[in-house]
């Protein structure tokens, strides 16, 4: 009697082990990699690509893109449109860039604004 209640003990004692050793992985697996990534230096840029990698986009610079027209869609539509204006406008804009460093200071430009559907 005493042998079946130490395997059985043995038991529950092994598989509570496996059960804390993959928590255990599971909390190391969650939290390890980000606390690596912050002390990398910096220009690896680790931290980012993780985000990239969380968002599945492909490029820093999409997953960038689309983590701000999540966060402030209002705010992302802006630089969108000035984007665009400032496209539109490549011409004038450079002509005053140019008039500007001759100059010294500001000078006033006159540039074209299209019309947007809201």
């Known amino acids: 009697m005493g042998n079946a209640h130490t395997r059985e003990q043995q038991r529950e004692h092994i ?7 993959v928590l ?5 697996w969650a ?8 002390i990398m230096p910096i220009s690896w840029h680790w931290p980012e ?6 968002v599945r986009e492909p ?5 960038g893109a ?3 027209r999540a966060g402030r869609p209002d705010a992302w539509q ?10 539109d406008n490549r011409d004038a ?23 947007r559907q809201l």
């Open 78 to 87: 802006a630089i969108v449109d000035a984007a665009e204006m400032r496209r």
């Open 49 to 54: 690509r993780i985000a990239a990698r969380t």
């Open 31 to 38: 939290i390890l990699p980000g606390v690596v990534a912050r």
């Open 15 to 21: 598989w509570s082990g496996i059960g804390g050793g």
């Open 93 to 115: 804009i450079d002509t005053c860039e140019q008039q500007a460093v001759k100059a010294k200071q500001p000078v006033r430009c006159t540039i074209r604004i299209g019309n």
């Open 59 to 63: 490029t820093l610079w999409e997953a």
């Open 66 to 68: 689309r983590i701000m």
């Open 24 to 28: 255990a992985g599971c909390l190391l």
